[in-house]
């Protein structure tokens, strides 16, 4: 009887451990891979010619005060003083990161990681100079304490994510869940008692930067889209921009920053759902799973997103309530009736691409959307505070199913 021919067990398997390596890290934008492979870059190269003298390139208040050693902002967040302390900051980068760039562009998102380390170092240095010239009790140990590592940056990352999001709570570590307005707070608590050598003042103003860009307190400092237009058609930098990676800045919001106040009422829009505890498990806390079930990946919108629209088990429940949201529109909107049909039939359109199997305009229905997840008018309202047309902000919140930050992405790409 003939003897079988061994065959090599798990074949697939074996193959499959670096496919999903080179997918997993295809799939991270240009400008997260980038500072991951200068970071840890920078780290491996100190490691290996012995460098380490981080206080000539650390941020030490009393040298940027009494020297002007602005160099000392910029220097400091892209070195890292061991191996886990740049595993762990490039591991929270990479969620955190990614999910950014993929909605502002490569380019804006590293003016806005440039803007976030300026103003983390400048509410270092206030911090530090009101605790030791103030009248009470002086103390000149945060003027001379040397920081190092990108996780004041990542800080400011964490409270701009989160408040996109607009979660109402966070899962700190899968033990306990805090009010998402508290996370970034509880996580800087946190890593002080658990970690050694931590700066306390380096992540606290990270999160004070993150607030200030939140309330938009920064939109005067951040240009509009064509300055990140006219930096992607420039000739320097068409080889990044052919890149697959490269995510370009499609416009949008004229006044070029990413709108981030969410209402209270908000649900999960879909950022780091169920992903961010899997690509970092020892750093970042999971956050909780939207409920809604995902998508698939949109050519148009790289990256994991979700359809704009309800389940197909709920657009026929919906039918109704969009019927009278288009007569309700263009009664209030008589003077403008043209532009405002041509906005409703955008709209449709936009709706039957993302469900081919209903005819939406066959059905006489608008945009379809969750009978429960009417628009309040407090999100309206900050809808157009922002500048937006106000029957435009009523359509987008009906197509995105009322999800406020699905709405500003409908609004910026109509703009754009």
Same mark, same amino acid.
């Given at each position: 009887?003939?003897?079988?021919?061994?065959?090599?067990?798990?074949?697939?398997?074996?193959?499959?451990?670096?496919? &999903?390596?080179?997918?997993?890290?295809?799939? @991270?934008?240009?400008?997260?891979?980038?500072?991951?492979?200068?970071?840890?870059?920078?780290? $491996?190269?100190?490691?290996?010619?012995?460098?380490?003298?981080?206080?000539?390139?650390?941020?030490?208040?009393?040298?940027?005060?009494? #020297?002007?050693?602005?160099?000392?902002?910029?220097?400091?967040?892209?070195? +890292?003083?061991?191996?886990?302390?740049?595993?762990?900051?490039?591991?929270?980068?990479?969620?955190?990161?990614?999910?950014?760039?993929?909605?502002?562009? !490569?380019?804006?998102?590293?003016?806005?990681? @440039?803007?976030?380390?300026?103003?983390?170092?400048?509410?270092?240095?206030?911090?530090?100079?009101?605790?030791?010239?103030?009248?009470?009790?002086?103390?000149?140990?945060?003027?001379?304490?040397?920081?190092?590592?990108?996780?004041?940056?990542?800080?400011?990352?964490?409270?701009?994510?989160?408040?996109?999001?607009?979660?109402?709570? #966070?899962?700190?570590?899968?033990? $306990?869940?805090?009010?998402?307005?508290?996370?970034?707070? $509880?996580?800087?608590?946190?890593?002080?008692?658990?970690?050694?050598?931590?700066?306390?003042? *380096? +992540?606290?103003? *990270?999160?004070?930067?993150?607030?200030?860009?939140?309330? *938009?307190?920064?939109?005067?400092?951040? =240009?509009?889209? !064509?300055?990140?237009?006219?930096?992607?058609?420039?000739?320097?930098?068409?080889?990044?921009?052919?890149?697959?990676?490269?995510?370009?800045?499609?416009?949008?919001?004229?006044? *070029?920053?990413?709108?981030?106040?969410?209402?209270?009422?908000?649900? !999960?829009?879909?950022?780091?759902?169920?992903?961010?505890?899997?690509?970092?498990? !020892?750093?970042?806390? &999971?956050?909780?799973?939207?409920?809604? =079930?995902?998508?698939?990946?949109?050519? #148009?919108?790289?990256?994991?997103?979700?359809?704009?629209?309800? =389940?197909?088990?709920?657009?026929?429940?919906?039918?109704?309530?969009?019927?009278?949201?288009?007569?309700?529109?263009l009664e209030d909107s008589s003077p403008n009736h043209s532009s405002d049909?041509?906005?409703?039939?955008?709209?449709?359109?936009?709706?039957?691409?993302?469900? =081919?199997?209903?005819?939406?305009?066959?059905?006489?229905?608008?945009?379809?959307?969750?009978?429960?997840? %009417?628009?309040?008018?407090?999100?309206?309202?900050?809808?157009?505070?922002?500048? $937006?047309?106000?029957?435009?902000v009523e359509v987008a919140l009906a197509a995105a199913d009322g999800d406020?930050?699905?709405? %500003?992405? @409908?609004?910026?790409?109509?703009?754009?």
């Amino acid at each position: 009887m003939r003897r079988p021919r061994n065959m090599r067990p798990n074949i697939v398997s074996e193959a499959g451990l670096p496919t &999903r390596l080179n997918q997993w890290w295809e799939s @991270i934008p240009f400008l997260t891979s980038a500072i991951v492979v200068v970071c840890g870059a920078i780290y $491996f190269v100190c490691l290996l010619v012995g460098y380490d003298s981080f206080i000539e390139i650390c941020f030490l208040p009393s040298a940027v005060v009494s #020297r002007f050693q602005v160099y000392r902002i910029y220097t400091s967040i892209l070195f +890292h003083g061991s191996l886990l302390h740049v595993l762990f900051n490039m591991m929270a980068l990479v969620p955190l990161g990614s999910e950014l760039e993929r909605i502002m562009g !490569s380019v804006r998102l590293l003016y806005v990681t @440039i803007l976030l380390a300026t103003s983390n170092a400048i509410f270092h240095v206030l911090i530090a100079l009101l605790v030791a010239h103030n009248p009470f009790l002086t103390n000149d140990y945060l003027m001379n304490e040397c920081a190092i590592g990108f996780s004041g940056v990542l800080f400011s990352m964490i409270v701009i994510e989160t408040s996109l999001s607009g979660v109402q709570s #966070r899962s700190v570590f899968g033990l $306990f869940n805090v009010p998402a307005k508290w996370y970034a707070f $509880f996580l800087l608590v946190v890593f002080q008692l658990l970690m050694e050598n931590v700066s306390l003042l *380096g +992540h606290l103003s *990270g999160i004070v930067s993150g607030f200030a860009y939140t309330y *938009g307190l920064f939109n005067i400092l951040i =240009p509009g889209s !064509s300055f990140y237009s006219s930096i992607e058609s420039s000739s320097w930098l068409s080889s990044c921009v052919r890149r697959p990676k490269f995510i370009v800045c499609t416009g949008g919001n004229p006044s *070029g920053y990413i709108p981030t106040n969410t209402s209270q009422n908000s649900t !999960s829009g879909g950022l780091l759902s169920g992903n961010i505890w899997g690509n970092l498990q !020892s750093l970042m806390s &999971r956050r909780e799973v939207s409920a809604q =079930p995902q998508s698939v990946e949109d050519s #148009r919108f790289p990256g994991r997103g979700r359809t704009l629209g309800a =389940p197909q088990g709920q657009i026929a429940s919906g039918l109704n309530s969009d019927s009278n949201l288009q007569a309700r529109l263009l009664e209030d909107s008589s003077p403008n009736h043209s532009s405002d049909s041509a906005i409703l039939s955008t709209a449709q359109r936009s709706t039957e691409g993302r469900h =081919p199997v209903i005819n939406v305009a066959t059905t006489g229905a608008g945009v379809p959307h969750h009978q429960g997840a %009417v628009a309040s008018e407090e999100e309206i309202k900050k809808l157009v505070a922002m500048g $937006f047309d106000r029957t435009q902000v009523e359509v987008a919140l009906a197509a995105a199913d009322g999800d406020l930050n699905v709405a %500003v992405e @409908i609004l910026m790409s109509q703009q754009g």
